[in-house]
């Protein structure tokens, strides 16, 4: 059985950094692509930053391009999320996904397809 687990996410102010990892289990399978997600209540689910199956491109929103660097080595099934320079906008339940053989734009753009496992998140808030 396949299992995403994320952790990392808390609590902190304005401008900080915080950095969330995410490991994927239950597969030999190699060719995943992987992505971070968020959502707020009330809101749908979006992609943040996503890297394709054989990488090494990487999709970020235009809401966090700059300040966010997802990182994964070749083939891995661990990924990490840095997040710089955090603002109160960027508070959110953050879920890791995978799915096999996707680009990273094809990743992060589609949120409802079933064959994409998902972590339980990790909660992200951001207070002045």
């Known amino acids: 059985k396949v299992q995403v687990v994320e952790s990392g996410g808390g609590s902190v102010q304005v401008g900080q950094s915080l950095r969330l990892s995410c490991t994927a289990s239950?597969?030999?399978?190699?060719?995943?692509?992987m992505g971070w997600f968020r959502q707020v209540p009330g809101k749908e689910r979006e992609g943040v930053a996503c890297?394709?199956?054989?990488?090494?491109?990487?999709y970020y929103s235009s809401a966090v391009n700059g300040r966010f660097t997802l990182s994964r080595q070749q083939w891995s099934k661990t990924m990490f999320l840095q997040m710089d320079d955090l603002k109160p906008e960027d508070t959110a339940m953050y879920y890791c996904?995978?799915?096999?053989?996707?680009?990273?734009?094809?990743?992060?753009?589609?949120?409802?397809?079933?064959?994409?496992?998902w972590g339980s998140g990790t909660q992200v808030t951001v207070f002045s």
């Open positions: 239950g597969t030999t399978q190699d060719d995943y692509a």
């Open positions: 890297i394709g199956w054989s990488g090494p491109d990487i």
């Open positions: 996904a995978i799915r096999r053989g996707v680009r990273h734009t094809t990743m992060c753009s589609e949120t409802n397809d079933r064959s994409i496992y």
